[in-house]
């Protein structure tokens, strides 16, 4: 009995660790093609935002 509180107790440290490394909300995009291009901090006024490009700027695109 001694050891599956123990083994309940790792298991509850293990999960709890865990919570907190999730996915990250947006994974990056391909950018900069078919109208896309990658702009340092927000779009510019009139193009809609899409996503984080890989070297973390904006992902926007033209209209």
């Known amino acids: 009995m001694k050891i599956l509180s123990f083994l309940?107790?790792?298991?509850?440290v293990v999960f709890h660790g865990a919570a907190?490394?999730?996915k990250s909300p947006r994974p990056f995009m391909r950018c900069g093609?078919?109208?896309t291009f990658c702009f340092p901090?927000?779009?510019?006024?009139?193009?809609?935002?899409?996503?984080?490009?890989r070297s973390g700027h904006s992902c926007c695109k033209w209209l």
Do not use: D, I, K, S
Request: proline share 8%; glycine share 20%.
């Open 8 to 12: 309940f107790a790792l298991l509850l």
């Open 20 to 22: 907190g490394f999730t």
């Open 33 to 35: 093609y078919r109208g």
């Open 41 to 53: 901090g927000t779009c510019p006024r009139g193009n809609p935002y899409l996503g984080l490009c």
